[in-house]
């Protein structure tokens, strides 16, 4: 059966006299695919590692998210147990399977509840681990997969994103080469998920409102000093 999607191409290429398989063209495709041109990459975050981990930090908080910066990994699941109290939320989370968040220190706060897998928006608060951070604009990118499932970004009400400060990096570009040199050529996840504070709209009298469309909040655990 042709799909529409065979249908419309179909039509393109007549509009255009082409066939799709003249080697030319297929060159210059392949060329580009290949070469990954850059963009544009803004000047501001183009900085030593530690003024470029300010940055980011900056950057965060001025996207109405809220940070802690914690001095290793050990000191995780305190923190979470210290924001969940605060919020006067239940000490209960979901995360997904990734390694990296299995391997914290969690008998230290044996009061967690901890749970493992995909959201189905009845969890009040996700924990995820973030593939990268980015200086330019305090963004967090998120990786689809069972380790760090993609309904944990947008279905519970908090969302708790650990990231390691080597992870920061100055800007959009380099967090694509990140994800490209981790996969290999032609190999990329799913879905990925670059995420700028908690959810938000002003469609509505151009009035602010927070988890319009995901979370209501975003909380950024960054770990360690920068690489």
């Known amino acids: 059966m042709t799909s529409s999607r065979d249908t419309v191409l179909a039509s393109v290429r007549r509009a255009l006299g082409v066939t799709s398989k003249e080697a030319p063209r297929r060159q210059e495709v392949a060329g580009r695919l290949a070469a990954h041109p850059a963009g544009v990459v803004p000047a501001r975050a183009q900085l030593p590692p530690a003024e470029r981990l300010e940055l980011f930090k900056d950057m965060v908080l001025a996207a109405a998210a809220s940070l802690d910066h914690l001095p290793s990994r050990d000191e995780v699941p305190g923190a979470i147990a210290t924001y969940l109290r605060a919020r006067n939320l239940p000490a209960t989370l979901l995360r997904g399977a990734d390694p990296r968040l299995a391997s914290l220190p969690w008998e230290r706060e044996p009061q967690l509840d901890i749970w493992i897998g995909a959201s189905d928006g009845r969890q009040l608060v996700g924990l995820s681990h973030a593939f990268a951070g980015i200086a330019e604009s305090g963004t967090l990118v998120l990786l689809s997969g069972a380790d760090n ?79």
């Not at 390691?164 to 800007?171: L, N, R």
């Open 149 to 227: 499932p993609t309904t944990l970004n947008f279905l519970p009400d908090h969302h708790l994103v650990v990231v390691d400060a080597a992870d920061v990096t100055g800007d959009y570009e380099a967090a694509w080469g990140r994800i490209r040199a981790a996969f290999g050529p032609g190999t990329l996840p799913r879905t990925v998920n670059w995420i700028t504070g908690p959810s938000r709209s002003a469609d509505i009298e151009q009035t602010l409102l927070l988890g319009a469309h995901g979370p209501r909040s975003l909380h950024v655990l960054l770990v360690g000093a920068a690489g």
